[in-house]
């Protein structure tokens, strides 16, 4: 049974499953010409509300690209959109909810090794084929710790998947698989957007799902991506995150109650844009810039109410260009510079018209700190407002921090002063 067939069926009830493959080979002439195809409802193409019919659009599209249009309608998620090369996704707006089904999650009763394609488990129920899911164990559970792969079969109580683990689990650490993973992913795809569409994360009925490779839309090794116009709310993990990745550009978005960061573009995603986005509420920071994300744009964004930073950056973030961003109320430091050392500072960064307000809600907290010796870092026409009295400092160096270049900026009294070294 642990075949491409199983991948293709992801749970749907074999009626309604035949209903849809019939429609999806109907699609191959003429539609495919028009490179168009609608989902949802009687008038659609495929009818389903659910990942099901949108991946049987996806794929039909997939060898000349096109247009996926979702109508309005709310889709159940069992198992992440796997978004391919030259397809455009695109929803009807607001009325366009994709949300996540209800978490399962179990322990697995032998330890979990590298390479394994089967995990004996506790409870299989609630588990399908075709969803994914992640395994941890207490050691390995975090960022790129945490193995991923789709359900090929279930036997027993043994649950079998498609790519090999890339650690070991041990199942005495609390081993743990569940189905938390992404709403869409692109992966390994160029040319391609989402837009005009929600995305409910549906966080109190889910398991958090941690990991760089976890988000309520993940995109991993591709180019030239276009995030325009879509809300992702509620995901238990991070909001939007790409990885390994050039010319990923996220626009006009709101990402909010994230259960991590809202937006986080690293390990490598030189040319990012990020511009007009609202990023708020999220549990950690607004904008996590983390590691390599070079000769990219921040601009006209809102980063508020984050439950850390609103905009923090660090390992070889260099050369960014941060302007005309409202940074405020969030509840530690509004820009955080990671600790680095001289070689991997985030070096020739510029912040230009940013208005940093009321950051360090939580008790104290500072509108920009400084740990790392950033050289060529300009400051400039920024402003620093304090009307809440809670950013200690407009501008805090620590010790293993340089002070950047500061040029007409705007400072409201500021409890420590308005530029203060961290003192020996």
Known sequence: MKNSILLLILT????????????????????IAEREITVGGENANLSGFNNQ?????????????GTVL?????????APVRLKSNVRLVGSGKETVLKRSKGVQTKYIIDADYGELK?????????????????????????????????????DNVIYIDKGLIRDYRSDLNG??????????????????????????????????DGCNSAGVLIFRSKNIVIDNVQVKDFNGEGISWQITENVTVKNCEISGSGNTGLH???????????????????RDGLFICWRVYQSKVTGNKFHHNGRYGLCTGHKDTDVIFEDNHIFNNESDGIHLRGEQESNAPHRNTFVKNIIENNGTDGGGF????NSPATDLVLKENVFKNSLKTQQAAIYIYKAGLKPKLMNNQFDEHKLGEVVFEKE
């Open 119 to 155: 995990l004996p488990v506790e409870k299989p129920d609630g588990f399908e084929i075709g969803m994914k899911v992640q395994v941890t164990d207490d050691v390995n559970n975090g960022c790129w710790n945490v193995s991923t792969a789709y359900i090929t079969d279930i036997a």
């Open 176 to 209: 743990l698989i569940s189905n938390a993973s992404f709403v869409i992913e692109v992966i390994d795809a160029v040319n391609s957007s989402i837009s005009n569409l929600v995305i409910d994360g549906n966080r109190l009925e889910n398991f958090f799902a």
């Open 265 to 283: 573009p690293g390990t490598g995603s030189p040319f990012s844009v990020i511009e007009n986005n609202d990023v708020h509420h999220n549990d």
């Open 12 to 31: 749907f009830p074999i009626s309604l499953f035949a209903q849809e493959i019939k429609k999806a080979d109907a699609l191959v002439s003429p539609k």
């Open 367 to 370: 509108g920009l700190s400084i």
């Open 70 to 78: 979702l109508n309005p309608g709310l889709y159940e998620i069992i």
């Open 53 to 65: 019919s949108i991946q049987y659009a996806i794929n039909a599209i997939e060898n000349t690209g």
